[in-house]
């Protein structure tokens, strides 16, 4: 090549800003110790991890070239510094490409387009290297050529940060707040440096920016510590969202999962401190004897291992067991866990992290099942969760439009056979003329936070029908209302029922409040009743005999009614023995009236009614019913 300098050096570097080197001598420190203390640190198995590493590096190699042309020029090597410039030039062309790559990649641009948008974005920048190399080739002015590529670089930063802010606005559903703040600013950094190199077009702003740029995602995207589990020293559940994003995209999901058996129990049994400490020996072990793939700890004594292969599961889980089977020591402290190991069947696919997330999470409420042995998560387990997610939409839906159903069930006085008040029960439509077992969505309602306001939404729509005469025509004294134990934790729980009912202008005598042994037990519980029963509520103990309670621990609850569990009652049919009659006299001893649940047959009403009973629900007289059919049934007109 030759290079004809027909102007003076000086004013070919002045034109391109590098004789104005202070914010760029005050930049090269910063972006050296942000480079080489990123590579120290444990990185994400990402590509947006690599593109990142090589948008800082080439911002070095512009240093250097930066801190070259400044030391040829002031040694006077003319002959190298038209080689030098075009270099320059090239790099700084591709530096911004670089930073829409990286874009590209942390952004999963390839859902617009695949990778042809990123070699469609190259053209450009492939003609301007060509267009700056055959200018100097054929001898054009270099002093006009560097005034021209100083407008044509703030074109392409202005063109690549527009299109990098276009991806951020694309995904910003898809990433969190503090990602998407970060990727915000970067690129209005930039912008605000191109605003700045059009104002003072001698200095050199380029360098500082693109180095502060690099920074600001580092502190809020790609600092490694963010994606760090420090009690394991292993990735944590923000980088498994990450990576199994990126492996849904590229490889697919190979992998296995374990939990940690009994992990809270234990947390309790021995303290939080002396069971976390064994978790890093747990972490470097699977580090090191899983190199093929990536840890994550989940949480709660959970942890995954990604491949980018296909694997053999119950073959790794068998490398987990053999370990597990000996001690885990600390100092002198040693440990014995079990695991419990679910693999993912090979080929299983996933649309999008969340769902398999959810078949995850599900997995391993299965796994932390006593006695449950290794298995293999399949498209059964696919299923059930899909029908989960659904199921979970359904009711989010009804919560919000207020729509949810509520039933009635009878509770028939022992004596004289009709009902005297009922069970008020919730119940989801399907949306396609059916209803959802209870069984799944009242678990969704609890995944979800949504008990509270599904309990205050009940309580409503029974104050409702209360008010409006349905409960005097059916001839009924009272209707129980269920409170949860999450309901027992909100000390504002009695001033929102009270709203409500003074609402519907009743009594409180007319509704009875069912609580669990959970929650009349749990923590708030025995304070929530006592403040409930002042304001004039009876409190009833739902499911009696399937937890913790006995005579001695109800005693010191001011309770007025139990309910008997329908497993003591079924039980006792099965095969009779004292206990249950023992139990009724010694509660009727107490003071309470007695319920008797799940009763389906003649001689499951008359032997509970023999031992004293009070009341009895189940099958045999009624099923939960809706009101208006509950009205047909048992009212009057």
């Not at 370990?323 to 440990?335: D, M």
């Not at 391993?364 to 399949?378: L, P, R, S, T």
């Not at 929530?528 to 009833?540: C, N, P, T």
């Amino acid at each position: 090549m030759n290079f004809p300098v027909k102007e003076g050096v000086y004013h070919v570097l002045t034109a391109i800003g590098v004789p104005n080197i202070h914010f760029f001598l005050a930049a090269i420190p910063v972006q050296l110790i942000l480079f080489f203390f990123y590579l120290s640190r444990r990185q994400l198995p990402l590509r947006e991890s690599r593109s990142f590493l090589v948008l800082m590096g080439w911002n070095m190699v512009i240093f250097l070239t930066d801190l070259l042309l400044v030391y040829t020029d002031s040694m006077g090597r003319k002959e190298e510094l038209p080689f030098l410039t075009l270099f320059f030039f090239c790099s700084v062309l591709l530096e911004n490409y670089f930073l829409f790559y990286y874009f590209c990649d942390a952004l999963q641009a390839d859902d617009y387009g695949g990778k042809r948008i990123r070699w469609i974005a190259f053209l450009p920048v492939a003609a301007g290297i060509l267009y700056f190399g055959e200018d100097s080739m054929t001898g054009a002015n270099l002093l006009e050529l560097a005034l021209l590529f100083r407008e044509v670089n703030l074109v392409y930063l202005a063109f690549f940060a527009g299109l990098s802010l276009i991806l951020v606005w694309l995904r910003r559903k898809s990433n969190s707040f503090r990602r998407n703040m970060g990727f915000a600013f970067c690129l209005l950094v930039l912008l605000f440096g191109l605003w700045g190199r059009l104002l003072f077009p001698q200095v050199l702003f380029a360098g500082c920016f693109f180095t502060l740029a690099s920074f600001i995602l580092y502190l809020t995207v790609r600092n490694p510590d963010f994606y760090l589990e420090h009690q394991t020293k292993v990735l944590n559940k923000a980088a498994f969202h990450l990576v199994a994003r990126d492996r849904i995209r590229s490889c697919g999901i190979h992998g296995l999962g374990f939990v940690i058996k009994d992990y809270e129990e234990g947390r309790i049994l021995y303290g939080s401190a002396f069971i976390d400490s064994f978790l890093e020996n747990i972490g470097r072990f699977l580090v090191k004897e899983f190199d093929g793939g990536d840890a994550f700890y989940l949480g709660s004594g959970r942890f995954f291992l990604l491949f980018r292969r296909k694997i053999d599961g119950p073959e790794e889980a068998d490398r987990l067991h053999r370990r597990f089977r000996k001690a885990w020591t600390k100092g002198e402290r040693s440990a014995f866990f079990d695991i419990c190991c679910c693999s993912l069947e090979e080929g299983l696919l996933f649309p999008d992290v969340e769902e398999l997330m959810e078949v995850i999470t599900f997995a391993f409420e299965v796994a932390e099942g006593v006695g449950q042995e290794d298995f293999i998560i399949g498209r059964d387990y696919q299923a059930k969760v899909a029908r989960q997610v659904e199921v979970r939409r359904l009711f989010i839906d009804s919560l919000e439009r207020d729509s949810l159903l509520v039933y009635l069930q009878p509770l028939m006085n022992g004596q004289t056979g009709k009902p005297e008040g009922a069970e008020a029960l919730v119940r989801l439509s399907d949306g396609k003329g059916g209803l959802v077992p209870p069984g799944e969505f009242i678990p969704a309602a609890e995944s979800s936070g949504s008990v509270a306001i599904l309990g205050l939404q009940v309580f409503k729509k029974v104050c409702a029908f209360i008010s409006q005469g349905g409960m005097d025509r059916c001839g009924m004294k009272w209707i129980n209302v269920n409170v949860s134990p999450v309901q027992c934790l909100d000390r504002n729980l009695p001033e929102k029922l009270e709203s409500i009912r003074k609402l519907y202008d009743i009594s409180p005598a007319f509704l009875h409040l069912e609580i669990t042994e959970q929650g009349a037990l749990g923590p708030g519980g025995l304070e929530q009743i006592r403040r409930l029963r002042k304001l004039g509520y009876s409190m009833v103990l739902d499911d009696y005999g399937t937890g913790r309670a006995n005579a001695s621990r109800i005693k010191s609850i001011p309770l007025s009614s139990i309910k008997i569990d329908m497993s003591l009652v079924r039980a006792h049919f099965r095969k009779p023995d004292p206990y249950l009659p023992s139990l009724v006299n010694g509660l009727h001893d107490l003071g309470f009236t007695i319920t008797a649940e799940g009763v389906e047959t003649e001689d499951m009403v008359k032997g509970p009614r023999a031992m004293g009973c009070d009341y009895f629900q189940g099958f045999y007289y009624s099923r939960p019913i809706s009101m208006e059919e509950f009205l047909e049934k048992y009212g009057t007109k």
